[in-house]
T-cell receptor
Framework: GDSVTQMEGPVTLSEEAFLTINCTYT??????LFWYVQYPGEGLQLLLK?????DKGSNKGFEATYRKETTSFHLEKGSVQVSDSAVYFC?????????FGRGTSLIVHP | GAGVSQSPSNKVTEKGKDVELRCDPI?????LYWYRQSLGQGLEFLIY????????KSGLPSDRFSAERTGGSVSTLTIQRTQQEDSAVYLC?????????????FGPGTRLLVL
């Protein structure tokens, strides 16, 4: 069945550091790929998405490219801020039910 | 506009009691999902509805769990004879249509504590 694997956290960075959170998937067909973010004390919300191979999703300085050849959708940001501290979930939306990774906690220190 | 709402926001109950959790999706969204999020764990998919129909209930952890949706809108998740391991945050989400492919909009969750 479909599955999503993302790097375990927590990831701890200093402000303005470069961020990568790895996400790989297995799926049949042509799923959409998502990154959701959960800020402390808040619900999950969509950060970005890509619906087909080679698409790049971007939002709030975050980017992720849908790589079909490597079945990956890594999340990147060039310069993180303290306010980016949150839990990030990679998700796969196939023709069936959505599948989420276990989440990666990001902690950004001033 | 109004987002997904869930009630109650917090529920403390005694082991063995039944609880009912409610989800109000965004108006017009035909797909609705229930998840469970335990401390330190990811999202565990429980069940989804397309309209009022739940085609696959295999994600429900046990037969103590049930869910229904009426009028293509409000959904309730019922847990009978609650156990301590049921303690978690229960999340509801909705999407416009077409299961899986579309952005899900999440509610704030119901935090359930079983004593």
């Amino acid at each position: 069945g479909d599955s999503v694997t993302q790097m375990e956290g927590p990831v701890t960075l200093s402000e303005e550091a470069f961020l990568t959170i790895n996400c790989t998937y297995t799926a049949t067909g042509y799923p959409s790929l998502f990154w959701y973010v959960q800020y402390p004390g808040e619900g999950l919300q969509l950060l970005l998405k890509a619906t087909k191979a080679d698409d790049k999703g971007s939002n709030k300085g975050f980017e992720a490219t849908y790589r079909k050849e490597t079945t990956s959708f890594h999340l990147e940001k060039g310069s993180v801020q303290v306010s980016d501290s949150a839990v990030y979930f990679c998700a796969l939306g196939g023709s069936y039910i959505p599948t989420f990774g276990r989440g990666t906690s990001l902690i950004v220190h001033p | 506009g109004a987002g997904v709402s869930q009630s109650p926001s917090n529920k403390v109950t005694e082991k063995g009691k039944d609880v009912e959790l409610r989800c109000d999706p965004i108006s017009g969204h035909t797909a609705l999902y229930w998840y469970r999020q335990s401390l330190g764990q990811g999202l565990e998919f429980l069940i989804y509805f397309q309209g009022n129909s739940a085609p696959d209930k295999s994600g429900l952890p046990s037969d103590r769990f049930s869910a229904e949706r009426t009028g293509g809108s409000v959904s309730t998740l019922t847990i009978q004879r609650t156990q301590q391991e049921d303690s978690a945050v229960y999340l509801c989400a909705s999407s416009l249509n077409r299961i899986g492919q579309e952005t899900q909009y999440f509610g704030p969750g119901t935090r359930l504590l079983v004593l």
